[in-house]
């Protein structure tokens, strides 16, 4: 039973929630003039883990073609076969309707608006098909986490969250432009579409560097539109920055995965010590 549980686990890259899960906690509390309740918390938490496990599913079983002949991929486990493609549509299935029944129980609108997070959550995967831009079909994705947070806790789409949400998409789109990187000469091969093989790997950097600015600008701005955030926060932000930098400076896979957890985690906790704390 525990092999088959770390191999589920392995197949939706779990440990990598860490990217999402901090930035979603930092909308909770910056979307709320008071403490949420934990009814609230548990089921934002959980919604934004049945997302993502289903968008991981989703992806390995449309990329499992690929995933087959690239040495990178070939030891995953639907490739493997610690895990069968059966099992994969399974937790994929299971976890998109459990999303969307976390978020009937935020609200109504929240619930009308899941489908279209599912429905992106498929086209990333294709993206690769069609794009050159597949990394802002993800970013997409990322934008709706703060917004989806402020219509399931107060019914609307405020600045605040849309400000935030332009941040995690540019975040997350630059992200995937370098970890694109590591798959250029086989994406080149096999004819699948990126940025990095449109424009070549050296302006594809650059231009994650553009979108990790423009989160920087993003993030900035959030200080500036909610009056409770004050100097620390604001100069905890250039901590971040330089995080930022030095991720494009060392593009291996194990540093730009443990960066980009350190950025989202030390950006919950600026902003949980600013509001909770300092601001009470």
Same mark, same amino acid.
């Given at each position: 039973?525990?092999?088959?549980?770390?191999?589920?686990?392995?197949?939706?890259?779990?440990?990598?929630?860490?990217? +999402?899960?901090? =930035?979603?906690?930092?909308?909770?509390?910056?979307?709320?003039?008071?403490?949420?309740?934990?009814?609230?918390?548990?089921?934002?938490?959980? $919604?934004?883990? &049945?997302?993502?496990?289903? %968008?991981? +599913?989703?992806?390995?079983?449309? *990329?499992?073609?690929? *995933?087959?002949?690239?040495?990178?991929?070939?030891?995953?486990?639907?490739?493997?076969?610690?895990?069968?493609?059966?099992?994969?549509?399974?937790?994929?299935?299971?976890?998109?309707? !459990? /999303?969307?029944?976390?978020?009937?129980?935020?609200?109504? #609108? $929240?619930?009308?608006?899941?489908?279209?997070?599912?429905?992106? #959550?498929?086209?990333?995967?294709?993206?690769?098909?069609?794009?050159? !831009?597949?990394?802002?079909?993800?970013? $997409?994705?990322?934008?709706?986490?703060?917004?989806?947070?402020?219509?399931?806790?107060? +019914?609307?789409?405020?600045? #605040?969250?849309?400000?935030?949400?332009?941040?995690?998409? /540019?975040?997350?789109?630059?992200?995937?432009?370098?970890?694109?990187?590591?798959?250029?000469?086989?994406?080149?091969?096999? %004819?699948?579409?990126? !940025?990095?093989? @449109?424009? %070549?790997? @050296?302006?594809?950097?650059?231009?994650?560097?553009?979108?990790?600015?423009?989160?920087?600008?993003?993030?900035?701005?959030?200080?500036?539109?909610?009056?409770?955030?004050?100097? &620390?926060? /604001?100069?905890?932000? =250039?901590?971040?920055? =330089? !995080?930022?930098?030095?991720?494009?400076?060392? #593009? @291996?896979?194990?540093? =730009? /995965?443990?960066?980009?957890?350190?950025?989202?985690?030390?950006?919950?906790?600026?902003? $949980?010590? *600013?509001?909770?704390?300092?601001?009470?």
């Amino acid at each position: 039973m525990m092999e088959r549980i770390r191999a589920y686990l392995e197949l939706v890259r779990f440990e990598h929630t860490v990217f +999402a899960l901090p =930035f979603g906690l930092s909308s909770l509390i910056l979307l709320t003039e008071s403490i949420p309740g934990l009814r609230e918390i548990i089921l934002i938490i959980l $919604a934004l883990i &049945f997302a993502r496990t289903a %968008g991981m +599913a989703i992806n390995r079983i449309v *990329d499992e073609p690929y *995933d087959r002949l690239n040495p990178r991929t070939s030891s995953w486990p639907l490739v493997s076969g610690k895990v069968s493609k059966k099992e994969a549509y399974l937790i994929a299935v299971l976890s998109s309707i !459990l /999303f969307m029944i976390t978020a009937y129980f935020l609200n109504k #609108l $929240a619930f009308l608006l899941s489908p279209v997070v599912i429905a992106l #959550l498929i086209l990333y995967p294709y993206g690769k098909r069609f794009t050159h !831009l597949p990394h802002f079909i993800l970013g $997409a994705v990322y934008f709706l986490i703060p917004v989806a947070i402020d219509v399931a806790l107060n +019914a609307r789409i405020s600045l #605040l969250s849309t400000v935030m949400g332009v941040g995690m998409a /540019f975040w997350v789109a630059g992200f995937d432009i370098l970890y694109a990187l590591q798959d250029y000469e086989f994406d080149r091969k096999v %004819g699948l579409k990126s !940025l990095p093989v @449109k424009i %070549g790997i @050296k302006k594809a950097v650059n231009v994650s560097g553009l979108c990790h600015t423009i989160t920087f600008i993003s993030l900035l701005s959030v200080g500036v539109i909610d009056n409770r955030l004050g100097a &620390f926060y /604001f100069l905890s932000m =250039f901590i971040l920055l =330089f !995080l930022f930098i030095y991720q494009r400076k060392n #593009l @291996k896979e194990e540093v =730009f /995965f443990t960066v980009n957890g350190y950025i989202s985690i030390i950006y919950l906790c600026v902003v $949980a010590i *600013d509001v909770l704390l300092l601001r009470g």
